[in-house]
């Protein structure tokens, strides 16, 4: 049966398609056929047309031609004129001419004459004199008729047709009229008038094309003429009707098979749709039943719709209603249930069409699903309702939403975490929403524009992506992003590689959290614990771990290089071309090799730092400190290492560089902190750096030894007058320089013990005092101090004043010289009556010391030398740095009726503010400003306000370092009171002084 219907289907439509086919094939034949019989009769016609055209212009040019040898003159003078004339008027009035020759009787060509345009002519002017066979025709002089000849021009590329006949056979004398004719031209000329571009044709005479326009088509509609006579020729005219573009014919059997085919289409599609819908119904009254479904067909009935049909499945879903609902219409059944709203939803669907569908919570105890999912079409005229048990399925989506929620909840709620997921590729697909909280993007801008946000990635990217590829845990690692206010993140990721069951690396997951924090923390510490908080630079504890790892590396690289000699010269051995006897010459000469640079340690102590921290307190001393540390800064590079190991002390190690290359640096620094001056408060200070110097190099012990060695050159430096440096070297002669320093050492505790030492003294000279008066005038001296050696000779205070001040002894020093010069004097009377003054110095220890103070005041009070003649004289930066103590040593002691002098004015603050507080009698000018004073005019502007501002407040000056008579004039035009200096008198010892004038006084 099923066999006979499938036959049916496609032989129906088969016989159609092939009756129809037919009936197409046979209109598109005929139209075809009688389209061919119109192309043949137009092109016939036209064919026709053209041949009478030609016939007419040849036969109008032959009589034109024959007039003109009827009218050919007898009896005229000159034929050539007379026939030229005639052939420009025949030219002008008859088109198509190329040429028209006169030949004389002899047959010589007598004259050409040529239309002046449109016609190509090939016989020209040129010929004249030539026999007629120049002209391609040989003509009779006996001949009636014309003769004619078909030439080819190659200069042209034109065919020509040439006539001609003797001008009268009966009377040769005349010659001969020859007419040539441009053929291609005429008829391009005609035929384009007469034939359309819709015609193809083709003339042609004596086997050669004359003119041919399209290609013919093999149809059996050319049409070929009868040969016709043109200008004595035969020419041959075929044509063709050109084909439409459309051929219709071919147009309709196309269009009626393409109908056919579709009428036959559709039948086919009919058929089988019926068979199909028959089977299709069976097909689902099976699957219906076999469904887990309940499918249930409705019909409308008045308002409410009427159950039609439902499957076996419907009656197991509503088991225990099902008797019940049976026979109720639909809104009953949705009341049953508890259903109600869900009516007015099957009432859309049937009159709109458009399907609904729900999830619906079932609240009846009626029936067992307590989820159902509800499916509303609308089938034909009637609704169609599938119905589905989800109960599980809603159950466990409740389980899974509750622990996915409870799962957001603890994730979102972490501080400063978030978790992701990553692709293979390492390409975030999931992250959660505290990285909006962190970095202020979304979840989702942050997962497609990751690597744009990223600053920095850690170095050891490569290898972690290389563990997680393993199936391994990497370590956490850090990379930092830029937020997006654009402020620098640091997050810490922890990643964990998720495999498939044969593991492989399908995903990697993690945690992640903030630590910009605890980074910042730790590199604050990091900086707190290894920086000095006021300037900013390494600290001591730095400055060492720095120190011992240059140390190592020091040692390192001359290991390095010794094994690199060691080689060198074991390979010369074995090619004997050194003995080992002469290694050193030839290592030095034949095996250059790269130097290693040492680096160069500098231990650096600010002088008068302790004036300013004294004067003006701490807060004045963290500046200078803080500006002194940025001119070091601007004498160091990247390389180098700059650090401050204390109060006022610093240290700089300059890495691989060469000694000179350090002095030379060094020198610049010095300049620069010469040239530096520091104010605070309305105060100007001076200051200056004492450098002691040292090289790093294989020789070098510890850390501990370096600083050491490196701290006792910068006590040279200081003691040799500071704002300098000193350089240590390992040698004997720095031994040398140990061992004198200890010898004087021991020569100042034994001079303290045995009064080792010997006074000097140097005067004090007025100078504005006539000469004459001076013998007259009371003597003024300050006294000097030398140390006596033990092996003979004296020892200059310019190197045991600074050890007496680094060992303490500086105030026995100066107790000892006090006591001592009032012994001196003492012993002699007559000498006291001839002095004025004697000078005393007083170290800054002991302006502080308060025992100091009380044996002074004790001893003064004792001697019988009056208090009047003594002067203590007090440098201007001990006097400031200890202004109370000063005040208090300054009081004491003028109650006793001794005068003070402030030495070294101008080489530390020059406060005119502290000389107006200080009660003291003299203000020596300090001899950096007095030795150049004729050449300076700083210098000299510099004396002459400080011996103004001292005048004023009542006090004298003394101008120190007077070197020659010049600076002693030029002092006196300052009228500045006294002069100390070798140019007015060389220091001497005390005793000679005392006893010198007490002779002279004698005598």
Known sequence: MLSKINHRIYALPAVLFLLLSLIFISAGAFIQNDERAARISKAQSVAEQVKISLEVFSNERIKAVHNLMQNWPTFEPNQVDWFNAQALSLMGMQQGFSSLVFVDATGKIAWVTTPNTGIKTRIDNTLIGKPMEALGLNVSSLSENLESTLLYSQEAEHHFIVVGRAISPQEPDHGYLIAGFDVQTILGVMLGELVGPQFNFQIYSDDATLFKSGEFADDGTIVSLAPFTFL??????????????????????????????????????????AVSLSLSQQRYLTASEASLDALLIYQPKESDFSLVEANSYTRYLFRGACEALRSTTLAEQMRYLGLSHEFINAQNVYKGGIPYEAHIAIESTEISPEWIKVQVVKAGENIALTIRDVTERFRAQNDLKRSEEKYRRLVDGMHRHFVYTKTVEHNFIYVSAGIEKILGFSADDFCVNESRYVRQVPDETFQIRQTIARGEKPEPYVVHYQGK????????????????????????????????????????????????????????????????????????????????????????????????????????????????????????????????????????????????????????????????????????????????????????????????????????????????????????????????????????????????????????????????????????????????????SQAIMPLNVPNEDKAGHLQHYEILLRLNAREGGLIS??????????????????????DNTLKTLESNPAHIDNVGKVAINLSGITLGDEMALHKITQRMQSTSVPAEKICFEITETTAVTNLSAAKHFISTLRDLGCSFALDDFGAGMSSFTYLKHLDVDYVKIDGSFVRNIVHDPIDHATVTAINNIAHSMGKQTVAEFVVDNATAEVLRELKVDYGQGFALDKPKPLAHRVQWRVKLASA
């Open 232 to 273: 004595e020729r035969d020419f041959y005219l075929s044509m063709q009707s050109q084909l439409s573009p459309y051929n219709a014919g071919l147009l309709i059997i196309l269009t009626g098979l393409l109908m056919s085919a579709l009428v036959s289409y559709v039948l086919h599609k009919q058929l089988k749709g």
């Open 797 to 818: 205070p310019g190197l045991f004043i600074p050890l007496a001040e680094r060992h303490g002894l500086m105030n026995k020093v100066d107790l000892w010289v006090v």
């Open 485 to 760: 206010v654009g402020e620098p993140l640091a997050l810490e990721f922890s990643d964990t590689p998720i495999l498939d069951e044969e593991g492989r690396l399908v995903a990697v997951e993690g945690i992640a959290r903030d630590v910009t924090k605890e980074l910042a923390l730790q590199e604050e510490v990091y900086f707190q614990a290894n920086h000095d908080q006021l300037t900013g630079l390494f600290n001591r504890y730095a400055f060492d771990e720095k120190l011992r790892e240059i140390l190592n590396d020091t040692h390192r690289s001359n290991k390095q290089n010794a094994s690199g000699k060691n080689v060198e010269l074991a390979e010369l051995e074995e090619n004997n071309i050194v003995s080992r006897a002469g290694y050193n010459e030839v290592t030095f000469l034949n095996m250059p090799h790269a130097q290693h640079k040492q680096s160069v340690m500098c231990f650096i102590d600010m002088d008068r730092f302790k004036l300013v921290n004294d004067s003006c307190g701490h807060p004045a001393g963290d500046k200078l400190l803080k500006e002194i540390s940025t001119i070091f800064r601007q004498y160091v590079n990247g390389q180098d290492l700059l650090a401050r190991i204390g109060g006022d002390e610093f240290c700089i190690i300059f890495r691989n560089q060469s000694l000179e290359e350090v002095t030379k640096r060094l020198d610049k620094l010095l300049l620069a902190i010469s040239n530096y001056r520091f104010v605070y408060d309305d105060k100007l200070f001076f200051v200056g750096a004492s450098i002691g110097v040292i090289e790093i190099n294989e020789s070098t012990q510890s850390a501990e030894a370096l600083i050491k060695a490196a701290d006792n050159a910068c006590y040279k430096a200081k003691h040799l007058g500071r704002n300098r440096y000193f350089v240590f070297h390992d040698n004997d002669s720095q031994m040398a320089i140990d061992d004198s320093e200890n010898q004087v050492l021991h020569a100042l505790h034994h001079a303290l013990q045995n009064d080792g030492f010997e006074l000097y």
